[in-house]
Every structure is written in structure tokens, then in C-alpha cells.
């Protein structure tokens, strides 16, 4: 029999803790509708994240609240930006929708 244990692995060396520390499991099920909400929104949009920011970053936030993670600024947790990025998006869309009316074409722009 190996050295390494029963399946080849390495057990002299310990488990490593997650990069944020460790936090509380939502036991109350404080933040359960936050939560549906974005899983609802992944399954929706392809389990396309991006799209699903605005629940994700709802569902942190109600967690700090609640004292189940360390309260920690949202732009260090990759939501910075996006109200910047929202407002372009915006401005894309009504860019497209006045070329599609000026042209004369009644069709929906994509």
C-alpha cells in the first residue's frame, strides 16, 4: 500500500480555507428571496451571469445586513462599475431605437 493514503492523495497536508475566511450558513433563511430571485434569473437568462449582477449584488448586500459575511465595500467585490455600464447600455438602446423610427422601419430593434 502507498504512503499517500487510500486513493493516491497527499494527507500530510491540511485543508485550505476559502480566500474570504469563513462565514454562516443562512440558516434562518434570511436571505432565501434574494436568493431564488437570482437562481430564478440564472435559469432564465441561460445561466448567463452577467445579466443576473443586479440579484447577485442584492443577495450580498442582504447578507452583510444580516451579519452572515463581513461587511465589505461593493466595488471590492467586482461591482463597481455598473452604473456606468448601465447608463451605456441605455443610451445604446434608445441610440438604436431612434435610427429604427428615424429610417421609417416599424420593426423592434435588437
Known amino acids: 500500500m502507498s504512503a499517500g493514503g487510500a486513493f ?4 500530510g497536508l491540511g485543508p485550505v480555507p476559502p480566500e474570504k475566511g469563513i462565514f454562516p450558513l443562512d ?42 459575511m463581513a461587511k465589505q465595500d461593493m466595488s471590492e467585490l467586482g461591482f ?10 441605455e443610451s445604446k438602446d434608445l441610440r438604436i431605437e431612434n435610427q429604427a423610427s428615424s429610417s421609417g422601419d416599424k420593426t423592434p430593434a435588437k
Do not use: P, V, W
Not at 493516491?8 to 494527507?11: A, E, L
Not at 463597481?80 to 447600455?89: F, K, L, Q, V
Open 8 to 11: 493516491g492523495g497527499n494527507r
Open 27 to 68: 440558516h434562518l433563511h434570511e436571505c432565501d428571496l434574494e436568493k431564488k430571485e437570482y437562481i430564478s434569473c440564472l435559469k432564465t437568462s441561460g445561466y448567463h451571469s452577467e445579466q443576473c449582477r443586479i440579484f447577485s449584488k442584492k443577495y450580498l448586500e442582504c447578507r452583510m445586513e444580516r451579519n452572515l
Open 80 to 89: 463597481g462599475g455598473e452604473h456606468r455600464s448601465e447608463e451605456a447600455s
